[in-house]
C-alpha cells in the first residue's frame, strides 16, 4: 500500500497553482507541450525531480519539453507521489469521486481547482 508523499503533493499542487503550465482537456499533453492535462504537469514536476531522486537514472534530454514527459513516467512516479496516477481520487462535488483526468476532462476544473481538492484530500 502507498502512503502519500506530502512534499511530492506538495510540489504538484503549488505547479498547479503557478500559472506555468497551461491547461488542455481530452489528452495529456498538446503537440508541442505548450499545454498539459492535470496528470501532464504530475509527470512534469516528477521528471524535473527524477534525477535528484535517482543520479543513476538516465539525463533528460536538453531539449525535453512538458509533451515529452508522457514517454518517461512509469510505475516509479507514483511511488514517488504515494498515490497512483488513475487512482488519485478526489472529491469533486459529485455523487462520486472522479479521478483527477476525469476532474480535467470531464468535470472541466482548472488547475486550481484540481490542486485545491488534493491539497484538501492529501495535504
Not at 29 to 49: D, E, F, I, W
Not at 56 to 66: K, M, R, V
Not at 99 to 109: C, F, G, I, S
Request: net charge positive.
Amino acid at each position: 500500500m502507498l502512503t502519500p508523499n506530502k512534499e511530492a503533493l506538495t510540489l504538484w499542487v503549488e505547479a498547479l497553482e503557478s500559472g506555468k503550465y497551461r491547461q488542455t482537456r481530452g489528452r495529456y499533453a498538446t503537440p508541442k507541450g505548450k499545454r498539459l492535462c492535470a496528470l501532464g504537469v504530475r509527470n512534469h514536476v516528477y521528471l524535473m525531480r527524477r534525477t535528484n531522486l535517482d543520479p543513476s537514472l538516465p539525463q533528460l534530454p536538453a531539449t525535453f519539453s512538458p509533451h515529452d514527459a508522457l514517454g518517461w513516467v512509469g510505475p516509479e512516479a507514483d511511488l514517488w507521489y504515494g498515490v497512483p496516477a488513475f487512482m488519485s481520487f478526489i472529491e469533486a462535488g459529485a455523487a462520486f469521486p472522479a479521478t483527477v483526468p476525469e476532474a480535467n476532462d470531464y468535470l472541466k476544473m482548472s488547475f486550481a481547482e484540481i490542486a485545491q481538492h488534493i491539497r484538501k484530500k492529501y495535504l
